[in-house]
């Protein structure tokens, strides 16, 4: 059956008030209760020990937040919304006790990690924004060990830093890290790419509603197509072609280029191919602008959620482009 999840869940904000919301210990963040949580508009920028909580076990859960940073927001609030769908819950995006229960285990949030030697292999100096530049380079890595283990974990690289004040990230250290889980396993049957919610739902072949995701689908300019469409193939690691003429124009760059691999290229880790032409399911180089930028007319997910969906994902896999009203389903 089909899930719309309700636009109205875009203007709830989920926080933790007061002298708690400013904790970033790993300990305050292992002992934080979701009861705690309330539903409200959001008097603090800080990021709240128990909105990571939420949001790891929301990531376990199957039911995507985005990144990790212990902020309230509307990807947070979808997560929830999602679950509940996941769930046969009433879709309010309420974390309410019934919601709590079936969401908590007993497995830390925050662990302790050793950076490794391979942690620190295949970095690159910088990342320029001309897709000229791009081209020049033989890969577009990660800029430092915080910001792979930062995708690693799903985690926001302020998250990541602030519970590692200090730290130089180096072969050997002890960091903390939050613990999202093994990725979601499964087969599926049909996605759903929604424009209103700014969702990508993952359906198995049950109609079970497998996986959810925060999404950008297109643009106001660029938008994205319309319609059913089906998996073409996955490319992971993929190189990238940038035709000004077939796609647009980046900067005065009007030849075509071919940008090189890596997790911080145009598409990220990983490409899922539509049988729309120049259309696709893709990564992206910052995480955290998901679902608040537009993108030039394709999906764009993190990466950690594009590479669990690709590993879901086989050539006809079937993805309805859905323009979804605000009501709640019935």
Not at 89 to 106: A, C
Not at 268 to 290: R, S
Request: glycine share 10%.
């Amino acid at each position: 059956m089909k899930t719309a999840l309700p636009m109205s869940l875009l203007a709830l904000a989920i926080f933790v008030g007061g002298a708690d919301a400013r904790e970033l210990r790993p300990d305050a963040i292992n002992a934080a209760s979701l009861t705690d949580i309330e539903t409200t508009k959001p008097s603090t920028a800080d990021p709240a020990p128990a909105i990571v909580r939420l949001q790891v076990l929301l990531d376990r859960a199957g039911s995507s937040p985005g990144v990790i940073d212990g902020l309230p927001g509307e990807n947070v609030d979808k997560a929830v919304a999602g679950f509940e769908a996941m769930n046969k819950l009433p879709v309010d995006g309420r974390p309410d006790p019934d919601l709590v229960s079936r969401l908590e285990d007993n497995a830390p949030i925050v662990e302790t990690y050793v950076v490794s030697p391979e942690d620190a292999a295949d970095l690159v100096d910088s990342i320029p924004e001309d897709y000229g530049e791009k081209a020049k380079m033989q890969s577009l890595g990660y800029t430092s060990v915080a910001e792979k283990l930062s995708e690693r974990f799903h985690m926001d690289l302020d998250l990541l830093k602030a519970l590692n004040p200090g730290s130089r990230f180096a072969a050997g250290d002890t960091v903390w890290v939050v613990s999202p889980g093994p990725p979601r396993e499964g087969r599926v049957k049909r996605i759903e790419a929604d424009k209103k919610t700014g969702q990508v739902l993952a359906y198995g072949e049950d109609g079970y509603l497998l996986a959810v995701y925060p999404a950008t689908i297109g643009s106001k300019d660029n938008p994205s197509p319309s319609g059913k469409h089906k998996v073409k193939g996955v490319a992971r690691m993929p190189v990238y072609r940038y035709d000004p003429k077939r796609n647009f124009k980046q900067g005065n760059n009007n030849k075509v280029l071919t940008i090189p691999k890596g997790p911080n290229g145009p598409v990220g880790t990983v490409w899922i191919d539509l049988t729309e032409p120049t259309y696709g399911i893709h990564g992206t180089p910052e995480p955290k602008l998901i679902d608040k930028v537009g993108s030039h007319g394709c999906v764009r997910l993190t990466n950690w959620d594009a590479e669990e969906l690709a590993g879901m994902v086989k050539p006809g896999v079937l993805v309805d482009f859905v323009n979804r009203s605000p009501a709640a389903p019935k």
